[in-house]
Nanobody, 124 residues
């Protein structure tokens, strides 16, 4: 049974930082590209960042480029999202997702497995 469990969310002031983690189990982690998505109230789920299977390639949405960093540790079956210079527009539930596509995708429906999400709230 595949499980993705996010952690690290919380309440932070504008300008602050958070590091999200997503621990995977029940799958061969290194065989999956990973991604982070987020969903704000009343909005559709949107792509944030993706990372290739071995971690050599990364990609970001324009809204977080230069602000967020995705990384992974295949020995720990974990993917991370370092979020810096947070602002209230970053408030959302953040989800990690896994796909067997080598490079992942921006489209949520290309991902087979999802975590339950972790809330990030940025106060002004």
């Amino acid at each position: 049974q595949v499980q993705l469990v996010e952690s690290g969310g919380g309440l932070v002031q504008a300008g602050g930082s958070l590091r999200l983690s997503c621990a995977a189990s029940g799958l061969i982690f290194s065989a999956y590209a990973m991604a982070w998505f987020r969903q704000a109230p009343g909005k559709e789920r949107e792509f944030v960042a993706r990372i290739s299977r071995a971690g050599h390639s990364t990609d970001y949405s324009d809204s977080v480029k230069g602000q967020f960093t995705i990384s992974r540790d295949n020995a720990k079956n974990t993917v991370y999202l370092q979020m810096n210079s947070l602002n209230p527009e970053d408030t959302a539930v953040y989800y990690c997702a896994a796909t067997q596509r080598p490079w992942g995708d921006h489209a949520p429906d290309r991902y087979a497995y999802w975590g339950q999400g972790t809330q990030v709230t940025v106060s002004s």
